[in-house]
């Protein structure tokens, strides 16, 4: 058996069993579709609909009703970013099967410390999406029922505990499970959308009647650098584009095919919806409002205000709440690549029943249930940190792949690497304007977060270089030796547990000793005699202590016993109860446990637990 410390290249094939035949396929019942991938990983992309071209609409208020002419411009030239992105991790999808997306290109063309670098932005980015689209849901349903305000952050962990545990059970089965609030959303803007077109004026506009407007007066011009800070604000709808390229394993094979169709199939959706959004905010002559989104205004001027009106409200609110399933996809399979290469602890690479990175799901929702907590359920506290993360993802990812066009070298190399570098520019220019203009908002904590994670991977790196280095893994050890070695079993009377115990210490060593500590001198003199009677032919060895400790005087013991350089190895060998049900633990008396802490705290002695189950 592998050491749990030891680096994953020995540790490796330990990690995920599976037989040739009936194993894999049972795994593969717990992979996703094509369709169980578009509802399992595209809940972050779908959602951001809901705010992305509100973004856009904000900034561009600033310039007036000038300014909200240019709403469709810049959306369509989000749209091309996002069809070069789309086009850009189909190749990533092919040419990195494992997943891992910008980390996995960076790792093979640019080396480790980008590749961290990228890694760490996906890191933050997956957690804050959790974050953000939690207290999105949340404030969508606060907001129409306005006496659950005082109640949001208890609302916002009830979510993310409903997420986490659908994700425990599986990413397939998650998928089922947000099948249907993903198709009623997508549907639901599609209405909007495809009705829309058909009205030559609003039918409603009761959801913003009563709410000032926030567009400035008298504005006329409309400079280069506020379409650069709209469009990097409506960037924000191009989050959760890369989770299906992070999430490759998670596909039933064919993998890669089914993962391509399914960024394609997200792209298409995604695009529809925001430029058919974009042009009914110019057709309606919409207005950013206080306390309404654009995307209710968009609703009511189509749908009216009517059971479709609140149909889309409702789907909005329930996507919102479980967009934070796309994070539940792509970040466990992140930290099982970092884990696999050193970076981070072997555990976060072992899967569960049902294909499930459990660790990677515990601590992303633990991280998350922190970031609820400290915010206050406030989704303005977080949304300006949430898109730096992904740009700068983006960004590695598409200069690693002109750099792999350019070391391939196959035919049409050349329309594939301007593609990427386009698509490296704009991704770039979005980071530094959204990192530029937040960066007072929070944005600096994003900043000082990056550079402490890669340091993080780094030193976890450093740690299973130095233990490989100790194990010597990689070359071939020595002739074996024989050692002389003494197992020490402490005891405190005469039991089963005490025979199994010291049955088992002469199976391990050449010679054993049973060690007591002795408080009581009556106790003593008790189990010295039915020691004599009993006769096991291990010798009694009696510590004194008169300050009734346990494992003090024991690790003492051992000491002295090491500093006599008589044996090779000594062993400490503690027999237990192990209880058959968890209610009997608290009728334990612990002292395994108490002896174990002082000899590893205090000795160098193999510490081994031998557990009776009762």
Same mark, same amino acid.
């Given at each position: 058996?592998?050491?749990?410390?030891?680096?994953?290249?020995?540790?490796?094939?330990?990690?995920?069993?599976?037989?040739?035949?009936?194993?894999?396929?049972? =795994?593969?019942?717990? $992979?996703? !579709? @094509? #369709?169980?991938?578009? &509802?399992? %990983?595209?809940? *972050?992309?779908?959602?951001? +609909? /809901?705010?992305?071209?509100?973004?856009?609409?904000?900034?561009?208020?600033?310039?007036?009703?000038?300014?909200?002419?240019?709403?469709?411009?810049?959306?369509?030239?989000?749209?091309?970013?996002?069809?070069?992105?789309?086009?850009?991790?189909?190749?990533?999808?092919?040419?990195?099967?494992?997943?891992?997306?910008?980390?996995?290109?960076?790792? =093979?063309?640019?080396? $480790?410390? !980008? @590749? #961290?670098?990228?890694? &760490?932005? %996906?890191?933050? *980015?997956?957690?804050?999406? +959790? /974050?953000?689209?939690?207290?999105?849901?949340?404030?969508?349903?606060?907001?129409?029922?306005?006496?659950?305000?005082g109640h949001r952050v208890w609302l916002c962990l009830g979510v993310l505990a409903?997420?986490?545990?659908?994700?425990?059970?599986?990413?397939?089965?998650?998928?089922?499970?947000?099948?249907?609030?993903?198709?009623?959303?997508?549907?639901?803007?599609?209405?909007?959308?495809?009705?829309? #077109?058909?009205?030559? &004026?609003?039918?409603?506009?009761?959801?913003?009647?009563?709410? /000032?407007?926030?567009?400035?007066?008298?504005?006329?011009?409309?400079?280069?650098?506020?379409?650069?800070?709209?469009?990097?604000?409506?960037?924000?709808?191009?989050?959760?584009?890369?989770?299906?390229?992070?999430?490759?394993?998670?596909?039933?094979?064919?993998?890669?095919?089914?993962?391509?169709?399914?960024?394609?199939?997200?792209?298409?959706?995604?695009?529809?919806?925001?430029?058919?959004?974009?042009?009914?905010?110019?057709?309606?002559?919409?207005?950013?409002?206080?306390?309404?989104?654009?995307?209710?205004?968009?609703?009511?001027?189509?749908?009216?205000?009517?059971?479709?009106?609140?149909?889309?409200?409702?789907?909005?609110?329930?996507?919102?709440?479980?967009?934070?399933?796309?994070?539940?996809?792509?970040?466990?399979?992140?930290?099982?690549?970092?884990?696999?290469?050193?970076?981070?602890?072997?555990?976060?690479?072992?899967?569960?029943?049902r294909q499930v990175h459990r660790h990677g799901v515990l601590f992303l929702a633990?991280?998350?249930?922190?970031?609820?907590?400290?915010?206050?359920?406030?989704?303005?506290?977080?949304?300006?940190?949430?898109?730096?993360?992904?740009?700068?993802?983006?960004?590695?990812?598409?200069?690693?792949?002109?750099?792999?066009?350019?070391?391939?070298?196959?035919?049409?190399?050349?329309?594939?690497?301007?593609?990427?570098?386009?698509?490296?520019?704009?991704?770039?220019?979005?980071?530094?304007?959204?990192?530029?203009?937040?960066?007072?908002?929070?944005?600096?904590?994003?900043?000082?977060?990056?550079?402490?994670?890669?340091?993080?991977?780094?030193?976890?790196?450093?740690?299973?270089?130095?233990?490989?280095?100790?194990?010597?893994?990689?070359?071939?050890?020595?002739?074996?030796?024989?050692?002389?070695?003494?197992?020490?079993?402490?005891?405190?009377?005469?039991?089963?547990?005490?025979?199994?115990?010291?049955?088992?210490?002469?199976?391990?060593?050449?010679?054993?000793?049973?060690?007591?500590?002795?408080?009581?001198?009556?106790?003593?003199?008790?189990?010295?005699?039915?020691?004599?009677?009993?006769?096991?032919?291990?010798?009694?060895?009696?510590?004194?202590?008169?300050?009734?400790?346990?494992?003090?005087?024991?690790?003492?013991?051992?000491?002295?016993?090491?500093?006599?350089?008589?044996?090779?190895?000594?062993?400490?060998?503690?027999?237990?109860v192990e209880p058959a049900r968890p209610w009997q633990r608290a009728l334990q008396?612990?002292?395994?446990?108490?002896?174990?802490?002082?000899?590893?705290?205090?000795?160098?002695?193999?510490?081994?637990?031998?557990?009776?189950?009762?």
């Amino acid at each position: 058996m592998s050491s749990p410390l030891a680096p994953a290249a020995a540790a490796a094939p330990a990690v995920e069993p599976e037989s040739p035949d009936t194993g894999a396929s049972a =795994a593969d019942r717990h $992979r996703l !579709t @094509a #369709l169980g991938g578009l &509802a399992a %990983l595209s809940l *972050d992309a779908m959602a951001s +609909v /809901a705010y992305g071209p509100e973004s856009v609409v904000l900034v561009l208020a600033a310039a007036g009703a000038y300014g909200l002419g240019f709403t469709l411009p810049v959306t369509a030239a989000i749209a091309v970013l996002l069809a070069v992105l789309v086009a850009s991790y189909r190749q990533v999808i092919a040419a990195f099967p494992d997943g891992g997306g910008s980390y996995a290109v960076a790792k =093979a063309h640019l080396g $480790r410390r !980008t @590749a #961290l670098t990228a890694a &760490a932005s %996906l890191v933050i *980015d997956y957690i804050l999406n +959790v /974050a953000v689209s939690v207290t999105a849901g949340v404030a969508a349903l606060t907001s129409a029922v306005p006496g659950l305000y005082g109640h949001r952050v208890w609302l916002c962990l009830g979510v993310l505990a409903l997420v986490t545990a659908v994700n425990l059970r599986g990413i397939a089965e998650s998928a089922r499970w947000f099948m249907a609030p993903t198709a009623v959303f997508v549907l639901s803007i599609l209405t909007i959308v495809v009705v829309g #077109l058909f009205r030559d &004026a609003p039918v409603s506009t009761a959801a913003a009647d009563g709410h /000032a407007s926030v567009l400035a007066d008298n504005a006329t011009a409309v400079g280069a650098l506020l379409l650069l800070k709209a469009f990097a604000a409506g960037c924000s709808a191009l989050t959760g584009v890369e989770a299906v390229a992070n999430a490759v394993p998670s596909f039933r094979v064919p993998g890669v095919k089914r993962a391509q169709r399914t960024e394609v199939a997200l792209g298409a959706l995604l695009g529809v919806m925001l430029i058919g959004l974009a042009v009914l905010i110019g057709r309606f002559h919409l207005q950013p409002v206080e306390g309404v989104t654009v995307l209710a205004q968009l609703a009511d001027a189509s749908l009216g205000h009517g059971a479709g009106f609140y149909l889309v409200q409702f789907a909005t609110v329930v996507l919102l709440g479980l967009a934070a399933n796309t994070s539940f996809g792509g970040l466990p399979v992140l930290l099982h690549l970092l884990a696999r290469d050193n970076h981070l602890p072997h555990v976060f690479a072992l899967r569960a029943d049902r294909q499930v990175h459990r660790h990677g799901v515990l601590f992303l929702a633990a991280v998350s249930a922190l970031l609820l907590v400290g915010s206050g359920g406030d989704v303005n506290s977080l949304v300006p940190l949430f898109a730096i993360g992904v740009f700068v993802g983006f960004t590695i990812c598409q200069v690693g792949m002109v750099r792999h066009w350019c070391l391939l070298k196959p035919a049409g190399r050349r329309w594939k690497a301007a593609l990427n570098g386009f698509g490296a520019l704009l991704t770039g220019t979005a980071a530094l304007v959204v990192t530029g203009t937040k960066f007072t908002e929070g944005a600096w904590g994003i900043c000082l977060a990056l550079p402490l994670l890669v340091l993080l991977f780094e030193a976890v790196h450093r740690g299973y270089a130095r233990i490989g280095e100790r194990l010597e893994l990689g070359r071939v050890p020595g002739p074996l030796t024989p050692q002389r070695s003494l197992v020490v079993v402490p005891v405190t009377a005469i039991t089963r547990l005490t025979r199994d115990g010291l049955s088992a210490a002469l199976s391990l060593g050449d010679e054993v000793l049973a060690v007591t500590v002795v408080h009581e001198p009556a106790e003593a003199e008790a189990l010295r005699r039915d020691w004599e009677l009993w006769r096991p032919g291990v010798p009694l060895i009696e510590i004194a202590d008169d300050h009734r400790r346990l494992g003090q005087p024991i690790a003492a013991f051992v000491n002295d016993l090491a500093a006599e350089h008589v044996y090779d190895r000594l062993t400490v060998l503690i027999p237990e109860v192990e209880p058959a049900r968890p209610w009997q633990r608290a009728l334990q008396n612990r002292r395994g446990a108490v002896i174990d802490r002082a000899l590893r705290r205090h000795t160098d002695a193999v510490v081994c637990r031998l557990r009776l189950r009762m």
